[in-house]
């Protein structure tokens, strides 16, 4: 069973930076897109950042301009670079894989803290 495992959260000021991690631990095939969401307390999952298999990003309206998605396709590894961190980006972050032509499947990491406060 392949698992995502994340890296990288932790206590930031505001203002601040980070870099999340998430690493596939074996072979994912026929990727359509690698994702980042969040889910802040009482607060529903949130679609942060994706990255298709081609390169094309795309964000939320909340972190434009702040955050930014890459991957590494050939590690099967996604990062999210967070700069000017706010208190409202607190919040677990979650790495997602979609993979499948036909039938598609999500791989789901557990989710790593990210705290933004003074």
């Known amino acids: 069973q392949v698992q995502l495992v994340e890296s990288g959260g932790g206590l930031v000021q505001p203002g601040g930076s980070l870099r999340l991690s998430c690493a596939a631990s074996?072979?994912?095939?026929?990727?359509?897109?690698m994702s980042w969401y969040r889910q802040a307390p009482e607060k529903q999952r949130e679609l942060v950042a994706v990255?298709?298999?081609?390169?094309?990003?795309k964000y939320a309206d909340s972190v434009k301009g702040r955050f930014t998605i890459s991957s590494d396709n050939a590690k099967i590894t996604v990062y999210l670079q967070m700069n000017s961190l706010k208190p409202e980006d607190t919040a677990v972050y979650l790495c997602?894989?979609?993979?499948?032509?036909?039938?598609?499947?999500?791989?789901w990491g557990q989710g790593t803290q990210v705290t933004v406060s003074s």
């Open positions: 074996g072979s994912i095939f026929n990727i359509n897109g």
């Open positions: 990255i298709t298999s081609g390169g094309s990003t």
């Open positions: 997602n894989i979609n993979a499948g032509r036909y039938l598609k499947r999500d791989y």
